[in-house]
């Protein structure tokens, strides 16, 4: 299932966020205990991942890397950078390695965005809203990835 939403939450001074009800229960998948991953993003933000969905991304990332070749090395040690395993603790708060903070400029305002359909993004509401003002133009990717498959229509689901 993909995530669905933006939420608008507060990073305390311990660097602990509280997760939106709605988003906890697309993550819980009914289970009480919830385990996710925490890493640093490729743009300055974090991703978070059920640890379900972490452990099976990084076993593709894996399978596919060559421990012989420097760039992939180096792409390995990118995608694990920071990967820190946390609890959801029973008022629904994760608690965001100091480092992790640093890295994407985290306090006070941050922003949780779903990203593709099995991970969450945490940024910057700053550092967001500068990216998306200056993206190109987006319909221009669309056409390129879907203009010819769809011919022009929106996906049938």
């Known amino acids: 299932m993909a995530f669905l939403g933006t939420y608008e939450v507060k990073l305390d001074a311990k660097g602990r966020l509280r997760l939106p009800n709605t988003l906890v229960r697309q993550i819980s998948d009914g289970n009480t205990t919830i385990?996710?991953?925490?890493?640093?993003?490729?743009?300055?933000?974090?991703?978070?991942?059920?640890k379900t969905t972490w452990d099976?991304?990084?076993e593709k990332v894996t399978s596919r890397i060559n421990v012989f070749n420097k760039k992939h090395r180096m792409l390995m040690r990118f995608i694990q950078r920071g990967a820190t395993e946390l609890l959801v603790d029973s008022n629904d708060r994760i608690l965001l390695p100091k480092l992790l903070q640093e890295y994407a400029g985290l306090e006070g305002?941050?922003?949780?965005?779903?990203?593709k359909d099995d991970r969450i993004e945490i940024w910057n509401r700053e550092r967001y809203e500068?990216?998306?003002a200056v993206t190109d133009d987006?319909?221009?990717v669309a056409?390129?990835?879907?203009?010819?498959?769809?011919g022009g229509q929106a996906p049938e689901v």
């Open 56 to 58: 099976k991304f990084i």
């Open 130 to 132: 500068e990216l998306m």
């Open 143 to 150: 056409e390129e990835l879907f203009g010819t498959e769809w």
């Open 138 to 140: 987006m319909s221009d």
């Open 35 to 50: 385990q996710l991953v925490i890493n640093c993003g490729f743009e300055p933000c974090l991703t978070l991942f059920k």
């Open 109 to 115: 305002e941050v922003l949780l965005i779903p990203f």
